[in-house]
T-cell receptor, first 113, second 112 residues
Framework: DVKVTQSSRYLVKRTGEKVFLECVQD?????MFWYRQDPGLGLRLIYF???????EKGDIPEGYSVSREKKERFSLILESASTNQTSMYLC????????????FGPGTRLTVT | QQQVKQSPQSLIVQKGGISIINCAYE??????FPWYQQFPGKGPALLIA?????SEKKEGRFTISFNKSAKQFSLHIMDSQPGDSATYFC???????????FGTGTKLQVIP
């Protein structure tokens, strides 16, 4: 059974803190993605990676960075968390980029106070 | 820039009825149109997908209708059941080395 796991289901951080969200997939997928999900805005792509150490900006990369040191792991970093980054963060992976089925993790609900 | 517009934002349907969710896209280069289903507390999961060379695709009670000239596609859920209550996202992509663009989502509630 395919699996994408995220390090935390719920996270509460203070404004200005550095935040790490971790994602691991066990399907040997080349591509991994970070989205944020907000009511009325749907899923918006933050960053994606098509290979180890490779990354591409999505639609809303400002305030975020990513790291992919190993094929199975993709980290999202908030260098200095702000209240407008309070959101649900979803990680996904796939094979085949645009036409490949994306497998999503359960999400991390981040609250920045 | 919203490249995939989805409506309605929420939908209430009685058990046994037909649920219809509509999406419209702008980029004529899109050539892959998936629908994802998300239950509370879970990540989205692929439900059904269509390529623009066909006008309809059916899987069980779920059907995608595709109108290339109008740049619109829709999801029909026949004989809707309470277990179908979820948020549905349409999406579109150009394939290859390209990302997927998602719609804003429709929260469906099927009442007994």
């Amino acid at each position: 059974d395919v699996k994408v796991t995220q390090s935390s289901r719920y996270l509460v951080k203070r404004t200005g803190e550095k935040v790490f969200l971790e994602c691991v997939q066990d399907m040997d997928h080349e591509n991994m993605f970070w989205y944020r999900q907000d009511p009325g805005l749907g899923l918006r792509l933050i960053y994606f990676s098509y290979d180890v150490k490779m990354k591409e900006k999505g639609d809303i990369p400002e305030g975020y960075s990513v790291s992919r040191e190993k094929k199975e792991r993709f980290s999202l970093i908030l260098e200095s968390a702000s209240t407008n980054q309070t959101s649900m963060y979803l990680c996904a992976s796939n094979r085949g980029l645009g036409r490949g089925e994306q497998y999503f993790g359960p999400g991390t609900r981040l609250t920045v106070t | 820039q919203q490249q995939v517009k989805q409506s309605p934002q929420s939908l209430i349907v009685q058990k046994g009825g037909i649920s219809i969710i509509n999406c419209a896209y702008e980029n004529t280069a899109f050539d892959y149109f998936p629908w994802y289903q998300q239950f509370p507390g879970k990540g989205p999961a692929l439900l059904i997908a269509i390529r623009p060379d066909v006008s309809e695709k059916k899987e069980g009670r779920f059907t995608i209708s595709f109108n290339k000239s109008a740049k619109q596609f829709s999801l029909h859920i026949m004989d809707s059941q309470p277990g179908d209550s979820a948020t549905y996202f349409c999406a579109a992509s150009k394939g290859g080395y390209q990302k997927v663009t998602f719609g804003t989502g429709t929260k469906l509630q099927v009442i007994p």
